[in-house]
């Protein structure tokens, strides 16, 4: 059965710290590279990832709002692609998800997300 399953959301302070994790099973988890998506309170999931990672050589990007505060990394052994969140603020508020795909055979799979919440 191929899953993605999310974990590590939760409510946190402004300035404050989560790291996520996406928990892959199921599939060549090694051959797919991996990026995290976000969809804020009342918005559509938004079409740009804030960070991605490569599956091979395990090149990073992030979009501009999370440049420097998110990192992301992936530990293949495990299967599993953390996202290490800093300096959190309001904005970061949003349901988390990962999505994998292969870009050889096109092959995709999304989790079923993980709520992040920052608020004083």
């Known amino acids: 059965q191929v899953q993605l399953v999310e974990s590590g959301g939760g409510l946190v302070q402004p300035g404050g710290s989560l790291r996520l994790s996406c928990s892959a099973s199921g599939f060549a988890f090694s051959s797919y590279a991996i990026g995290w998506f976000r969809q804020p309170p009342g918005k559509e999931r938004e079409r740009e990832g804030i960070?991605?990672?490569?599956?091979?050589?395990?090149?990073?990007h992030y979009k501009d709002s999370v440049k420097g505060r998110f990192t992301i990394s992936r530990d293949n052994a495990k299967n599993t692609v953390y996202l290490q969140m800093d300096s959190l603020n309001s904005e970061d508020t949003a349901v988390y998800y990962c999505y994998g795909k292969n870009g050889r055979s096109g092959s995709d799979y999304w989790g079923q997300g993980t709520q992040v919440t920052v608020t004083s």
């Open positions: 960070a991605l990672i490569s599956s091979s050589i395990g090149n990073t």
